[in-house]
């Protein structure tokens, strides 16, 4: 009888994987990538879960709609367990924000202070991921901040990235963010 219990609790873990496997598969449907969607570069687990999934931190990446040459790297913690296998985690606030120029930056309209540039849902229902993007007129550099919200109190967790337009290439004066301010 002794022998049969670790094969037993052995068969149940397999079993529950399996069906939360099934079951996540069955609820979230397949994850196709869309044009707005970020970037997945990669993911690390920091925690283990004999049974569920991991907890992670994901890096992505995406690029200003309005800003060309310009892309955005962040981080986000994502939850495991059975509720993050279901995909009815809240995930937390906790968001690093990377922006860089990767070539030469031009500006597709204009824009204003505190435009949206990326919003993703952090929850099921009231909590959203928000990259902004504003103008430092004083220094022509673009500033971009991420920040969570919800609906009943909000974050004060944040992040903030500056990318400074210079000149590129041949170029002799670099754009001016002022000048692309609604």
Not at 19 to 45: C, E, M, N, Q
Not at 161 to 176: H, I, N
Request: hydrophobic share 45%; aromatic share 10%; glycine share 6%.
């Amino acid at each position: 009888m002794a022998s049969l219990l670790p094969r037993f609790v052995l068969l149940w873990a397999f079993t529950l994987w399996a069906f939360t496997l099934a079951a996540s598969v069955f609820v979230a449907g397949p994850a196709a990538a869309g044009p707005d969607d970020p970037d997945l570069i990669f993911r690390k687990s920091t925690t283990f879960n004999l049974v569920t999934p991991n907890d992670k931190l994901a890096t992505y990446g995406i690029d200003d709609p309005v800003v060309e040459g310009v892309a955005c790297h962040y981080t986000v913690p994502e939850a495991g367990g059975i509720s993050g296998a279901f995909g009815v985690a809240e995930q937390v606030s906790d968001v690093s924000l990377a922006c860089h120029e990767y070539a030469p930056i031009r500006f597709k309209e204009k824009f204003a202070q505190g435009d949206v540039v990326f919003r993703e849902k952090r929850s099921l229902i009231f909590k959203k991921m928000q990259i902004i993007r504003g103008c430092d007129t004083k220094r022509n550099v673009l500033v971009y901040m991420v920040y969570s919200d919800k609906l009943i109190e909000g974050s004060p967790k944040n992040a903030t990235a500056t990318v400074p337009l210079q000149p590129w290439g041949a170029e002799r004066e670099p754009q001016k963010c002022a000048d692309w301010l609604k």
